[in-house]
């Protein structure tokens, strides 16, 4: 009898271990090799410890950031610590996009309010919200980590430009397949 047991113990040790390393290889190479070359050099020295506000925000439908590129109306702040960062966004809801969908006023309302928004005088929806994330900072290299749940998180990284009070972030990606190729160039102003 203790042998059964023990054996049932060590098969499920085993079982357990080797579940563990594969778990640990797999989220290992789902990440381009430069995202690990990144992440294994950081310096994240105090150079971004403070608040940013975003001063623009450009996309280009290209890797190479040429061309006409979407500039877009955003407003936040992030708030950098020693490797921990809060993205704080605002948000305005227009209730006559919503009313297109076929949302109700009260429908509507009760979005925004789980939503933790308010209705504004215009029957807009308005709020802030914050995003967690982490960051790792090369000479030249930049990546924030979001964690979506204790086994999802995604990984964005690209360049960086710190000169003076100002910050650029390119965040580039080429893909292989149509219309999948991106460039952002986010600017920042530190407060």
């Excluded at 955003?74 to 076929?102: C, H, M, N, P």
């Excluded at 109700?104 to 789980?114: A, G, N, Q, V, Y």
């Excluded at 080429?174 to 986010?186: F, L, P, T």
Aim: aromatic share 14%; net charge negative.
């Amino acid at each position: 009898m203790k042998t059964k047991v023990l054996i049932i113990i060590l098969l499920t040790l085993f079982f357990i271990t080797g579940c563990e390393d594969n778990i640990s290889k797999t989220s290992k190479q789902s990440q381009p090799e430069w995202v690990g070359k990144i992440l294994s050099q950081t310096i994240n020295d105090n150079s971004l410890e403070g608040s940013w506000s975003y001063s623009s925000v450009v996309s280009y439908e290209n890797a190479d950031c040429i061309g006409e590129g979407e500039t877009y109306d955003y407003s936040g702040i992030v708030t950098y610590g020693e490797s921990d960062a809060v993205r704080t966004e605002s948000f305005l809801l227009l209730f006559s996009d919503f009313q297109q969908k076929g949302y109700s006023e009260e429908k509507f309302h009760d979005m925004c309010i789980k939503k933790n928004g308010t209705i504004n005088s215009n029957g807009n929806c308005e709020g802030t919200y914050d995003m967690p994330f982490e960051y790792y900072l090369t000479e030249d290299g930049y990546c924030e980590t979001y964690i979506y749940a204790p086994d999802k998180s995604k990984t964005w990284c690209g360049t960086i430009e710190l000169v003076e009070n100002t910050a650029t972030i390119t965040y580039s990606y080429d893909s292989d397949y149509a219309g999948k190729s991106y460039c952002k160039i986010v600017e920042m102003e530190k407060q």
